[in-house]
């Protein structure tokens, strides 16, 4: 790692960037001295953003409010595809984040924190759970009127 990027690790923690490179790849985005970042695209592949960007998409690891979902967007309709662009809009919504934290104390890493954050998959689940629900209510409804039809009206 270069400049900006450099991390001295003490002796202790050696083992532990080993691993954590090891894991997760050789070019991690560095917050800080012992905060360290991977992103990745939703097929697994490093992501390749500007590093202003990068450092902002780290924030999306392990973070529910990051990827949450306004559940008034479309009510009990189908998601349009406008609905969808509008939730692709949040770049936490895409992609893989990997978060590592570890606190030192004097010559001892004490502990490790590692979120992992696959929001591509949390943003289909919502998508197709939207679709379901959205396709019940559809037969439901469906239903109804069908049972509505079918009771004659009084004779007369």
Request: positive net charge; hydrophobic residues 40%; aromatic residues 4%.
């Given at each position: 790692?270069?400049?900006?990027?450099?991390?001295?690790?003490?002796?202790?923690?050696?083992?532990?960037?080993?691993?954590?490179?090891?894991?997760?790849?050789a070019n991690p985005i560095v917050l800080g001295s012992y905060l360290l970042s991977w992103l990745y695209d939703a097929q697994g592949q490093p992501a390749v953003l500007a590093p202003a960007v990068a450092?902002?998409?780290?924030?999306?690891?392990?973070?529910?409010?990051?990827?949450?979902?306004?559940?008034?967007?479309?009510?009990?309709?189908?998601?349009?595809?406008?609905?969808?662009?509008?939730?692709?809009?949040?770049?936490?919504?895409?992609?893989?984040?990997?978060?590592?934290?570890?606190?030192?104390?004097?010559?001892?890493?004490?502990?490790?924190?590692?979120?992992?954050?696959?929001?591509?998959?949390?943003?289909?689940?919502?998508?197709?759970?939207?679709?379901?629900?959205?396709?019940?209510?559809?037969?439901?409804?469906?239903?109804?009127?069908?049972?509505?039809?079918?009771?004659?009206?009084?004779?007369?």
């Open positions: 790692m270069e400049g900006a990027n450099r991390v001295e690790w003490k002796p202790a923690e050696g083992p532990l960037k080993a691993a954590l490179l090891q894991k997760y790849g450092k902002r998409r780290t924030q999306c690891a392990g973070d529910y409010m990051a990827t949450k979902v306004d559940p008034n967007i479309n009510g009990a309709q189908p998601l349009t595809q406008a609905d969808i662009n509008t939730l692709m809009v949040n770049p936490c919504r895409v992609g893989v984040v990997v978060y590592a934290q570890i606190t030192v104390s004097g010559q001892i890493a004490i502990d490790m924190d590692v979120k992992v954050s696959e929001n591509s998959e949390d943003t289909r689940d919502y998508i197709a759970a939207t679709q379901y629900v959205a396709a019940q209510s559809a037969a439901l409804k469906q239903k109804q009127m069908k049972n509505a039809q079918q009771v004659a009206a009084p004779p007369m």
